[in-house]
Nanobody, 123 residues
């Protein structure tokens, strides 16, 4: 069974850090780009970051550039999103999703999705 499971969310104070994990089962992530998306209540789903399969290059939304870092561990079949200097506006449900080989710009280009993990940044 093909499955993506996100974990690592939680409640953190502004300026804090979290590391999200996206673990795959039932297939190998080696040939897939993995995107992280987020959706806050009443807002559209937005792309946060993506890592390609070929060169492990990370792409970032302007709003998280310099604060978030995406990485992958193919041996563990897992992709990570390190989030530093978190802000209240980062509060959202975070999802990971797959796309064959290269990163795409739009959420509908991605196939398998996880169930999401809640990130809340609040004092």
């Amino acid at each position: 069974q093909v499955q993506l499971v996100e974990s690592g969310g939680g409640l953190v104070q502004p300026g804090g850090s979290l590391r999200l994990s996206c673990a795959a089962s039932g297939f190998t992530l080696d040939y897939y780009a993995i995107g992280w998306f987020r959706q806050a209540p009443g807002k559209e789903r937005e792309g946060v970051s993506c890592i390609s399969s070929s060169d492990d290059k990370g792409y970032y939304a302007d709003s998280v550039q310099g604060r978030f870092t995406i990485s992958r561990d193919n041996a563990r079949n897992t992709v990570y999103l390190q989030m530093n200097s978190l802000k209240p506006e980062d509060t959202a449900v975070y999802y990971c999703a797959t796309r064959w080989s290269k990163c795409g710009s739009y959420y509908y280009e991605y196939g398998h999705w996880g169930q999401g993990t809640q990130v809340t940044v609040s004092s």
